[in-house]
């Protein structure tokens, strides 16, 4: 079986993870371990398929790889933040809603990745070589592993995010009922402290 090119596993990686990650995130989803764990596991199989090594070798071939993965934190808040997470008033799931902005910045951050790599091969291949010759990176591998890297930390910020918010979801619905009275959604009383008040009225 003849080896990939670099751009076809850029293309296949990168579309496997837009793919399970807007399939389950896009829209309004409720909030469940399988859906956190699902895109978690794309990302592992794509590092377990793609990532044959871990350069050290170049000066900064560590460095690259590590910036990949502060790539990933970043775009993993800001998709995060992009994801509001709400209670269901009925059932009292916790849903997240995502719309076009999520979507763009998860789509914006993978075609970046495969026009890279395209680029690499077919734009600017002697200048990548000379400039990694300069900055003491090795060869490809590094590269690659970067751009994986940075979906495995997207991924699993969007996921620390999700769990943040799921437990300032319960968090507030703990305190609400143990403590703090019900509001209505015009910040109104609810019936119940309504009926205290008045209550306490009619006494005085």
């Given at each position: ?18 793919t ?94 495969i ?8 734009w ?21 592993n ?16 999700l ?42």
């Open positions: 079986m003849p080896q990939l090119s670099q751009f076809m596993a850029a293309l296949i990686a990168s579309g496997t993870i837009l399970i990650v807007l399939a389950t995130d896009l829209g309004r989803r409720r909030i469940t371990t399988m859906r956190m764990a699902r895109s978690i596991i794309a990302v592992a199989v794509v590092i377990a398929i793609f990532v044959h090594s871990f350069p050290t070798k170049g000066d900064n071939d560590l460095s690259l790889q590590l910036v990949g993965v502060g790539i990933g934190v970043i775009c993993g808040l800001i998709a995060g933040a992009l994801l509001p997470a709400y209670r269901d008033a009925s059932s009292g799931a916790l849903y997240t809603i995502g719309g076009i902005g999520y979507a763009v910045v998860w789509i914006i951050l993978s075609s970046g990745r026009i890279f790599v395209y680029g690499a091969e077919h600017f291949p002697m200048g990548l070589i000379k400039f990694s010759i300069e900055y003491g990176i090795s060869g490809q591998d590094t590269y690659s970067a751009f994986i890297f940075m979906a495995l930390a997207m991924v699993l910020t969007r996921t620390a995010v769990l943040a918010k799921m437990r300032k979801l319960k968090a507030q619905e703990a305190a609400g009922n143990g403590q703090l009275p019900e509001q209505a959604p015009d910040g109104q009383q609810t019936a119940d402290s309504q009926q205290t008040a008045d209550k306490a009225s009619a006494e005085a």
